[in-house]
């Protein structure tokens, strides 16, 4: 699998696109069966499906990001909300300065919550930034793919990360994931206590659940859902 886009100045020079597309992931833990590049992983795999249906701009990864409530988990690494928000707004200027002044922002991972504001400030002066996917592009992920778990229950390492993988990248996979599931039930104080509150082995989901077939599907849905940000950008009111 390789995570980086592979164009050529002359075949950005060539397609002249509108807009690109920017995916960002984690460092983080998750579980023993999976890498801690997951999230950048499965960021990467779904920009590179947008990429093959949608004249965009394909960027390289973001690849550590705002990963706090894993910090007790050892490998996991993080920078700051403020950080991410200046990289991004830094990306944004260079792109303007050729030319593309439209971003979708692929988000790996659940905890950079800073992302919202990022597009909220983003777009008071027009449509210029959307992020992806938001969560009913996920519901319809799951629909579609026949998934069992829902969003809540399946909150990391679990049925629907793992058959993404699964699916674009088993090489990634180790053995143990159809030992590993925890449900870890409500989570109320996440973001005081971090992670370990709610699960010793880092994991919180159904991972046994996961099947290439279900990644596969997911993956369709989220190819297809996309178009439905490219309007909203597109959109002159």
């Known amino acids: ?24 992931g984690s460092f983080e833990q998750h579980g023993k069966y999976l890498p801690l590049i997951t999230d950048t992983a499965i960021a990467c795999v779904i920009a590179q499906e947008i990429a093959t249906a949608y004249p965009v701009h394909l960027l390289p990864p ?9 910090a007790a988990f050892p490998g996991t690494v993080s920078i700051s909300a403020r950080t991410l928000y200046a990289v991004i707004d830094d990306i944004r ?5 050729s030319g593309i002044h439209k971003l979708v922002i692929v988000n790996g991972h659940g905890g950079n919550y800073v992302l919202s504001n990022v597009v909220q400030e983003a777009n008071v002066d027009g449509p210029a930034v959307s992020l992806f996917p938001l969560g009913p592009d996920w519901d319809r992920a799951r629909d579609y793919g026949g998934l069992v778990s829902d969003r809540h229950a399946d909150m990391h390492a679990g049925e629907i990360e793992t058959s993404i993988l699964l699916h674009a990248a088993p090489e990634l996979i180790r053995d143990g994931y159809k030992g590993a599931d925890h449900n870890s039930g409500p989570r109320p104080f996440l973001l005081v206590q971090g992670m370990t509150a709610y699960t010793q082995t880092g994991v919180v989901g159904c991972p046994s659940l996961a099947t290439a077939v279900k990644g596969k599907a997911v993956l369709e849905s989220l190819r297809s859902s996309f178009s439905g940000h490219l ?6 009111d």
């Not at 200027?93 to 300065?97: P, V």
């Open 1 to 24: 699998m390789n995570l980086l886009p592979t164009t050529t100045s002359t075949d950005v020079q060539e397609q002249q696109p509108q807009l690109a597309v920017l995916p960002i």
């Open 62 to 70: 973001i690849t550590v990001s705002c990963s706090h409530e894993h």
């Open 93 to 97: 200027a260079s792109l303007a300065r």
């Open 231 to 236: 309007d909203a950008l597109a959109r002159v």
